[in-house]
């Protein structure tokens, strides 16, 4: 079975982002979350900016993707640990979103990314909804996302196995994607590659997932670009007293 978002046919006056709860009173899992999406959206960021030179694009963090309504409002909605959405400007009338509403939008965000806490059934539970008069089951993450709010791509990630799934939307079923000779998955509409850098990012040492660009080269936070540049700036000091020049910059 496949529930499919009428359009057409919504009625009038359905709630807006502004009329819908902006969070369901859970607490993010764990100290990790937060640092982890910053590092995504932060080295993607000058991806995001040459791609959209218009500035028409959203990232959703620990934020609702609204795909029915219910009762009570917050379970219609899943909340992706990272999501972006390309070509939708980042404010609606000069409101930043409180959520992500897709009878309100109709644009399916490109990649979802979900960081596991649990042992993972959660984001790979395929359990369909399915209604029995008044009853009806509890559809599962993957579902509702193969099904209904259809990104092109779908990942899972484990911090404590060090490892992300990679799921591609094809003919409206999500495949694996294989890893490529680096061990990082494309997503090719990005011309970025996903994957597991073990490194320090605030304070902390893990398996962080993180970008590349389409050659291999990781994408870098602004701390790292500013420290890169810095790095550069004094390796030409050196060079230029070298020659015994005493340089001014």
């Known amino acids: 079975m496949k529930f499919t978002l009428d359009v057409e046919n919504n009625p009038t006056g359905w709630p807006d982002h ?14 990790q979350e937060h640092p982890q999406s910053i590092l995504l959206t932060d080295s993607i960021t000058p991806v995001l900016e040459r ?21 009570p409002l917050e379970r219609g909605a899943e909340a992706p640990d990272w999501f972006y959405v390309p070509n939708v400007p980042p404010t609606l009338d000069g409101q930043l979103r409180r ?15 979900e960081f596991v806490s649990g042992n993972g059934a959660e984001e790979r539970d395929r359990t369909p ?7 009806e089951t ?16 779908y990942g ?18 999500y495949q694996l994607v294989p890893a490529n000779d680096r061990g990082h ?10 994957g597991i850098w073990q490194g320090m990012y605030q304070n902390v040492e893990l398996p962080w997932l993180r970008w ?15 420290d890169r540049a810095e790095d550069q700036l004094e390796q030409l000091r050196a060079q230029l007293r070298s020659a015994g020049i005493e340089p001014e910059l």
């Open 18 to 31: 502004t009329q819908l709860p902006e969070s369901d009173g859970t607490f993010v899992k764990n100290f």
């Open 51 to 71: 791609i959209h030179a218009d500035g028409n694009y959203c990232i959703g963090q620990d934020s609702g993707i609204y795909w029915r309504l219910t009762e």
């Open 99 to 113: 959520s992500y509403v897709m009878w309100q939008e109709f644009v399916s965000p490109l990649i979802v990314l």
């Open 129 to 135: 909804l399915l209604r029995s008069g008044i009853q």
């Open 138 to 153: 509890k559809p599962g993450k993957f579902w509702i996302y193969e099904n209904v709010i259809r990104p092109a791509f």
């Open 156 to 173: 899972i990630y484990e911090v404590t196995k060090a490892s992300v799934e990679v799921y591609h939307l094809i003919e409206g079923r």
């Open 185 to 194: 998955y494309p997503i090719a509409p990005l011309g970025v590659e996903l």
């Open 212 to 226: 590349w660009d389409s050659a291999g080269n990781l994408l870098l936070t602004g701390f790292e670009r500013a």
